[in-house]
């Protein structure tokens, strides 16, 4: 992945139609954006906020923040182990597992952040369709990031998607928010914190 990015780049510095290749990346983004919302709709446990109920509670997403509170710590600890123990049984058997939600009214919550995600990310493809050049399509684009990487350290396709913010924008300020995106998520896959 990391190939592709540094590839990216040196594409875009030595084009000779960067109009043309920007058009592109435009479009490429505004179809990659589109299509999960389209898959996230067509989710039924993405939509009904099932997906997000069971990885925060797991302690898969949010893993960074859960972390600071204890209480929580433990509570995904025990689900964990709950679910480990499920796993290890006969599934002829029928046996099931109550989780314990990390925060109350997970089940809600989980619900209204699933429709958040699909929203903004619905409206950040159209922004990029009808004005790519916008401030605005950028600052929603960089929260869309970095809310997916708040959630989970997707760093790879978070930094691809900061190199087509940073091709696309105008603004120096935000370029240089793109940039230091790419320098963290370059940073976490080096590392091999992130997901990569």
């Known amino acids: 992945m990391l190939v592709f990015m540094v590839l990216a780049v040196i594409f875009y510095t030595y084009h000779k139609r960067r109009d043309i290749l920007q058009k592109n990346i435009q479009i490429l983004l505004v179809v990659v954006i589109l299509a999960s919302v389209v898959q996230k709709l ?3 446990q993405f939509m009904s906020g099932e997906f997000y109920y069971y990885m925060i509670n797991r302690g898969t ?5 859960i972390n600071f509170f ?7 600890k025990s689900n964990y182990e709950l679910l480990k123990t499920l796993h290890n049984t006969d599934p002829n058997m029928g046996k099931s597992v109550v989780m314990k939600d990390v925060i109350p009214n997970l089940g809600k919550i989980s619900i209204v952040y699933a429709w958040l995600t699909v929203i903004m990310e619905f409206s950040v493809a159209i922004l990029l369709l009808l004005k790519p050049k916008s401030a605005l399509t950028h600052i929603l684009f960089s929260i869309m990031i970095l ?3 708040c959630a989970r350290f997707e760093t790879a396709f978070m930094a691809l998607l900061a190199i087509c913010g940073i091709i696309l924008c105008k603004n120096q300020k935000l370029r240089l928010l793109f940039t230091m995106i790419v320098i963290g998520c370059v940073t976490l896959i080096v590392t091999k914190i992130g997901y990569h």
């Open 42 to 44: 067509e989710s039924s």
């Open 61 to 65: 997403l949010f893993s960074f923040f």
């Open 70 to 76: 204890s209480e929580s710590l433990e509570v995904t």
């Open 147 to 149: 809310g997916i990487l």
